[in-house]
């Protein structure tokens, strides 16, 4: 069964950073694309950054764009997002997926970050 | 980046019911080189992360009912619940992969009437 479990949230003061992990399961990891994507509370869907199988390319929103940082260790079947400079608008549940050519076939349950002073 | 569109933003459907939601895109997400549509749907029941429904604007993945059906081409695009049941209610969007910065509609929510 493929699993992704997001760690990593919690409370940081506007500016600081935190670093989100999401440890994958159930599927040959190194094979596959991974993507976060974020939901504010009571609001829609955004797209946040990709890496690909293997890490040699990584994208970002613009809204993130030189404030996070992607990244994976596919010997510990694990992708990360390294935040920085956070924002209050930065606030939201945080999801980890796996890609299925373009889209999100699998999801984990999310891990809330809250910037805030 | 390409706009997703959905209308309408919320709708009450009697059980049994057809639902109709729509998708508009600021862009074709029509890849000519393969005739694909790089649109997908996902469902968001309350409390829970997004389910991925439909794919290349319609094809439905392994285990989703086949009262679900998408359909369109081009910029505009509907998923179709045929027959509403109670455990359908839930937000839907739609998503574009034409690109890789990803972008989702702003979600339509869908009830019971």
């Known amino acids: 069964e493929v699993q992704l479990v997001e760690s990593g949230g919690g409370l940081v003061q506007p500016g600081g950073s935190l670093r989100l992990s999401c440890s994958a399961s159930g599927f040959t990891f190194s094979a596959y694309a991974m993507h976060w994507v974020r939901q504010a509370p009571g609001r829609g869907l955004e797209y946040v950054s990709s890496i690909i199988y293997n890490g040699g390319t990584t994208y970002y929103a613009d809204s993130v764009k030189g404030r996070f940082t992607i990244s994976r260790d596919n010997s510990k079947n694990m992708v990360y997002l390294q935040m920085s400079s956070l924002r209050a608008e930065d606030t939201a549940v945080y999801y980890c997926?796996?890609?299925?050519?373009?889209?999100?076939?699998?999801w984990g349950q999310g891990t809330l970050v809250t910037v805030s002073s | 980046d390409i706009v997703l569109t959905q209308s309408p933003d919320s709708l009450a459907v009697s059980l049994g019911e057809r639902a109709t939601i729509n998708c508009k895109s600021s862009?074709?997400?029509?890849?000519?080189?393969?005739?694909?549509?790089?649109l997908g749907w996902y469902q968001q029941r309350p409390g829970q992360p997004p389910k991925l429904l439909i794919s290349?604007?319609?094809t439905r993945e392994s285990g989703v009912p086949d009262r679900f059906s998408g359909s369109g081409s081009g910029t505009d695009f509907t998923l179709t619940i045929s027959s509403l049941r109670a455990e359908d209610v839930a937000v839907y969007y739609c998503q574009q992969y034409y690109t890789y910065s990803w972008t989702f509609g702003q979600g339509t929510r869908v009830e019971i009437k």
């Open positions: 862009q074709s997400v029509l890849y000519s080189s393969n005739s694909k549509n790089y």
């Open positions: 997926l796996k890609d299925a050519t373009g889209v999100g076939d699998c």
């Open positions: 290349w604007a319609s």
